[in-house]
């Protein structure tokens, strides 16, 4: 004879699927996110109680960086970055945003690991020198080719003087911002900033 637990264990899914098992009933007072809890009753109907699910604490609020701390902004459409302290303009350079099938994420970003000799562990080995590592799922700012459009696997790839420039000047309150708008500067030359 099958138990009661291996029973359950058959014809759940198969009750599921049929759309024969009844559905489960809310508390009165949700506390926690709750979860179907499937059983048999006296009659080997299939019922369901719902139980007390993992409790996820809210997010915690970023703190904001210290006044004066070093902002980047990659601008998608223009291919550019800049690199911004207390409003004013230091310095400017071309990047290479990822290609089609590859995005770069938009957002705002703090950098989370530096390296001056990195290698990807996702992509062939490749050499990532200066990376200054933006997500937990490899998305960095790091010297390469900059072949003039998006060619990049998500990452944003720098010149090699300035990537090394921008690796002497970041720390970990640096924000950098990643948009799909252009950048438009109040009145300062790009030029003087390179």
């Known amino acids: 004879m099958i138990g009661a637990a291996s029973r359950f264990l058959v014809l759940a ?8 098992a009844r559905p489960p009933v809310a508390l009165a007072e949700e506390q926690a996110p709750q979860l179907p809890y ?6 080997d109907e299939l019922t369901y109680t719902l139980v ?6 809210a997010p915690v609020p970023e ?7 070093l902002k980047i902004v ?4 223009q291919q550019r970055a800049f690199v911004f302290r207390k409003g004013v303009l230091l310095a400017a350079a071309p990047v290479s945003t990822g290609r089609k099938g590859h995005p770069t ?3 705002t970003f703090r950098i989370l690991q530096k390296q001056v000799h990195h290698r990807s562990n996702i992509y062939s080995n490749a050499p990532m020198p200066y990376m200054q590592r933006l997500t937990t799922y490899g998305i960095a700012l790091h010297a390469g080719q900059l072949p003039g459009y998006p060619a990049s696997h998500g990452c944003i790839r720098l010149p090699w003087g300035f990537a090394k420039k921008l690796y002497g000047m970041t720390d970990t309150t640096t924000r950098v911002t990643v948009t799909r708008e252009p950048v ?4 300062a030359s790009e030029d003087a900033a390179e």
């Not at 007390?52 to 604490?57: I, L, Q, S, T, Y």
């Open 105 to 107: 994420p938009v957002g």
């Open 74 to 77: 990659v601008s998608i459409p």
């Open 63 to 69: 703190p904001e960086p210290p006044e004066g701390a």
């Open 184 to 187: 438009v500067l109040d009145g």
């Open 38 to 43: 499937a059983q048999l009753d006296d009659r």
């Open 52 to 57: 007390p699910g993992p409790v996820r604490a």
């Open 13 to 20: 899914p198969a009750a599921l699927a049929l759309g024969t």
